[in-house]
């Protein structure tokens, strides 16, 4: 086995995403291409973050995640979750509440006792590949 030491991982072309391969040049895997971790209370802070300019707070658990680089295609798929305190009341749904492009995607958070509420949380965690 070997061991690959590089500073930089670069696609052939801007408008894709590097691939991971096997030895017979199948595809097994691709990167993470956006992810960010933020406070949803307030002004809704990123505290990190992967390829997303933004946050923008559209009202009560509606945010919309605007991309740094433009995605191929708006085909992706996403996975929301959050880290708020027990028995606090909160779930994470991850509800489009407008089609997804390749600039932005826009989610909806729930609260868990009433799932037509929607609600804001300090710590929630977006990801998208």
Do not use: W
């Amino acid at each position: 086995m070997s061991t690959l030491n590089v500073a930089n991982i670069q696609s052939l072309t801007t408008s894709t995403f590097p691939l991971v391969k096997n030895s017979a040049g199948t595809e097994i895997g691709r990167y993470c291409r956006a992810f960010c971790r933020f406070n949803g209370t307030g002004s809704g802070s990123m505290t990190s973050e992967f390829n997303l300019s933004g946050v923008t707070d559209n009202g009560v658990g509606d945010y919309t995640f605007s991309f740094t680089n433009a995605l191929p295609d708006a085909n992706y798929a996403f996975t929301i979750g959050h880290s708020a305190p027990v028995n606090s009341g909160h779930c994470i749904a991850g509800v489009f509440t407008a089609v997804p492009t390749t600039l932005a995607i826009r989610v909806d958070v729930f609260n868990s006792s009433n799932s037509t509420v929607r609600a804001d949380d300090p710590r929630i965690c977006v990801a998208i590949f």
